[in-house]
């Protein structure tokens, strides 16, 4: 069955650090997409990147880029250097053949940066 | 260019009573999707609309849940009538899907709470 699983509840890091949000998904379909979301506490479900299953690269955005491990099926998001506006709620996603579809997610992770 | 919206943000109901959530899309967007997250759950899908058409609609819990998009604009979801466990942030979802990707931009959230 296609899942998504998010296994740290919460996530706690100071300002200007990096810090990894793990994902792993499941899935045998060959075609995919994975997608990171942040929530603040405001409630708004802000997208923040995506990676296709036939990209080659990892996906960059900015401060944000995932770090996409296709065997070991991991899309685990970094942030670097971490800013107090970077606590929130993350989610990871994922959609069966790249488009189109339902988004399955995970329970989510909750990121606190400290100053 | 607006972001989805939904209508009302909060809603508080007795069980039994009628509840009309409501979404607009980012304009020229023709997927709308719903989705719900239930206290301390994943997000869960409950429809997509292609256009005016309902194209996936597996993720209704049941035929208390009718959800419409008049003209493949805005769209409404009804509960009638409302349960205890319908409580939970209902979001609307919209994307204009491409070759590559169908990236889901996410309306804020209507918190519906059954008393």
């Known amino acids: 069955a296609q899942k998504i699983t998010q296994t740290q509840p919460g996530m706690f890091v100071q300002e200007k650090e990096a810090v990894t949000l793990d994902c792993t998904y499941d899935?045998?379909?060959?075609?995919?997409?994975l997608f990171w979301y942040k929530q603040p506490s405001s409630g708004e479900m802000i997208f923040l990147i995506y990676q296709g299953s036939y990209d080659q690269q990892n996906a960059t955005e900015g401060r944000y880029s995932l770090n996409f491990q296709k065997a070991r099926k991991s899309a685990n998001l970094v942030i670097s250097a971490s800013q107090l506006g970077d606590s929130a709620m993350y989610f990871c996603a994922m959609s069966l053949n790249q488009a189109g579809t339902a988004l399955i997610f995970g329970k989510g992770t909750t990121l606190s940066v400290s100053s | 260019e607006a972001g989805v919206t939904q209508f009302p943000s909060h809603s508080v109901i007795e069980k039994g009573q009628t509840v009309t959530l409501r979404c607009d899309p980012i304009s020229g967007h023709d997927n709308l999707y719903w989705y719900r997250r239930v206290m301390g759950k994943e997000i869960k899908f409950l429809l997509h609309f292609v256009k005016e058409s309902k194209q996936d609609e597996s993720g209704m819990p049941n035929n208390r849940f009718l959800a419409e998009r008049t003209g493949g604009t805005y769209s409404t979801l009804k509960v009638q009538p409302a349960e205890l466990e319908d409580s939970g942030v209902y979001f609307c979802?919209?994307?204009?899907?491409?070759?590559?990707?169908?990236?889901?931009?996410f309306g804020p959230g209507t918190r519906l709470t059954v008393l």
């Open positions: 979802a919209s994307s204009q899907m491409t070759a590559y990707t169908d990236t889901q931009y």
């Open positions: 899935t045998s379909d060959p075609s995919y997409g």
